[in-house]
């Protein structure tokens, strides 16, 4: 992470290494409320910033949210759910860079789906109007697309789909994006629409399985040193504090 989490972050990928998800789901809530109050030295959260760095701490609260829904405590998951969209409301007021909004509004309907409240058909499609509307301030969508608000925005649902992927990229820029960077209102709101047709979806089948995948770090295919007892495999993905099996998420071992 870029910004001042406390160590909440890999903390929490360390408990979904060892499925604790509600723990995880706890050190993320703590890391979410840590960046969205200071989100690094030299940011006040709530001053105009290009960048979106609070976007890391709202993506914390997300996957706070799908944390708990794995863990079963749907109780717990609505209450970050309604914390998040609150939250991405109100910093409408303050990130006011051309798409910036339409992405906390798209935030705001990731949050109803994580935590399984009504009206996130509506909330995407008002984050595609939204987007549609601000095309034609934004120079390089491809540019606003790879800032810290827009990338925190697209994680957790990469998160969520690669548990179901075996550890693989299962979405990648091309599907969250339009095809087009000349129109920059269609490519950034088919994140939008692509979210819409897909998130609720793969939340509800990680809840099914029980399973939250950690995010997807740095990698090796065929590591010469570390296996995974579980399942076996030799691909390794450094997240949290760990080496953890890039396909099932769990700890590795030394051969």
């Known amino acids: 992470m870029n910004t001042n989490d406390g160590g909440h972050h890999d903390a929490a990928v360390d408990a979904l290494a060892g499925r604790e998800y509600e723990r995880a789901g706890n050190r993320y809530t703590r890391g979410g409320r840590r960046v969205l109050a200071d989100p690094r030295p030299d940011r006040d959260p709530f001053e105009p910033d290009e960048k979106g760095w609070i976007g890391q701490g709202l993506q914390?609260?997300?996957?706070?949210?799908?944390?708990?829904?794995?863990?079963?405590?749907?109780?717990?998951?609505?209450?970050?759910?309604?914390?998040?969209?609150?939250?991405?409301?109100?910093?409408?007021?303050?990130?006011?860079?051309?798409g910036q909004t339409a992405c906390l509004a798209e935030f705001v309907a990731d949050f109803r789906v994580a935590g399984g409240l009504d009206g996130a058909e509506a909330a995407y499609d008002d984050a595609a109007e939204r987007y549609a509307?601000?095309?034609?301030?934004?120079?390089?969508?491809?540019?606003?697309?790879?800032?810290?608000?827009?990338?925190?925005?697209?994680?957790?649902?990469?998160?969520?789909?690669?548990?179901?992927?075996?550890?693989?990229?299962?979405?990648?820029?091309?599907?969250?994006?339009?095809?087009?960077?000349?129109?920059?209102?269609?490519?950034?709101?088919?994140?939008?629409?692509?979210k819409k047709q897909r998130f609720p979806g793969l939340v509800e089948r990680a809840v099914d399985d029980g399973h939250l995948a950690a995010p997807r770090g740095t990698t090796e295919y065929n590591n010469d040193t570390h296996q995974c007892p579980h399942c076996g495999s030799t691909h390794v993905n450094w997240a949290g504090t760990g080496i953890l099996c890039l396909r099932c998420s769990r700890p590795t071992a030394e051969k």
């Open 133 to 194: 509307a601000a095309g034609d301030a934004v120079d390089s969508p491809q540019a606003l697309a790879t800032t810290p608000l827009f990338e925190a925005a697209a994680a957790t649902v990469k998160q969520v789909a690669r548990g179901q992927a075996d550890g693989e990229i299962a979405i990648k820029w091309e599907d969250l994006h339009g095809s087009d960077p000349s129109r920059p209102g269609e490519f950034l709101a088919h994140r939008a629409r692509f």
């Open 60 to 98: 914390q609260l997300l996957a706070a949210t799908v944390a708990y829904r794995v863990a079963g405590r749907d109780g717990r998951a609505t209450q970050r759910a309604v914390e998040g969209l609150a939250a991405a409301r109100d910093f409408e007021t303050v990130l006011d860079e051309p």
